[in-house]
Structure formats: C-alpha cells, structure tokens
C-alpha cells in the first residue's frame, strides 16, 4: 500500500521558514514525481512544487519561486520542501502527492496526481 505522510507544518511568523517532509512507503515504481500541492481555506488547491525522483529536475509555482526550494533523499524516500520567507498568503494546508506521469514543468499540476498525503497546515502571522 503507497502511503505519503507530510510534517512539518505549524505557526510561523511573517518572514519565518518552516521545512515540510513527505515521507513515502509502499512505493513501487522506480521513477516518479513528487509534487507539493496547498489548499487555502475558500480557495481551490493550487501546485507549489514538484519534483522528479530520477533526475531531481524541479519546478516551482510563480508565487514561491526564490522563497521555496523541493529536494529529495531518496535514501529516506523523503521529499522537503523549504520555505523561507513565509507570508500570510502562504497560509494553507500542504499536501504531497505522487505521480508516475508528471514531470516537472508548467503542465505538472494540471494532471491527476496518483496518491496524496493527508497533509500539514502551515499558519502564517502577520
């Protein structure tokens, strides 16, 4: 069974970091995408970031690009994503999720992504 469990989240202030994980199990394919996805409350779900587990290429929305930066260790099937100077509109519930189809790239969140975490809400004050 795949399981993707996000940590990481909690209350930053304006200006802070937080460093969210995306711990991966059960799965069976040797070449993936891990994306980041955030869900503010009234909004839809818009992609952060992604990730791919062969290449370690990356892509990032325009709204965190230079503030957030995805990684991988594959040895833990581990996926980070660091944000840095965190604002409120950063403010939502991330989850990852996982994909054997997405590349990174602009068309990457617009697929249906395989599995998802049950994410970590990540608060930020201003």
């Known amino acids: 069974e795949v399981q993707l469990v996000e940590s990481g989240g909690g209350l930053v202030q304006a200006g802070g970091s937080l460093r969210l994980s995306c711990a991966a199990s059960g799965w069976p394919f040797d070449d993936y995408a891990i994306g980041w996805f955030r869900q503010a409350p009234g909004k839809e779900r818009e992609g952060v970031s992604c990730i791919s587990s062969s290449y370690g290429s990356t892509y990032y929305a325009d709204s965190v690009k230079g503030r957030f930066t995805i990684s991988s260790d594959n040895a833990k099937n581990t996926v980070y994503l660091q944000m840095n100077n965190l604002k409120p509109g950063d403010k939502a519930v991330y989850y990852c999720?996982?994909?054997?189809?997405?590349?990174?790239?602009?068309?990457?969140?617009?697929?249906?992504?395989?599995?998802w975490g049950q994410g970590t809400k990540v608060t930020v004050s201003s």
């Open positions: 999720a996982a994909s054997v189809v997405a590349r990174p790239g602009p068309f990457a969140f617009g697929i249906e992504w395989d599995y």
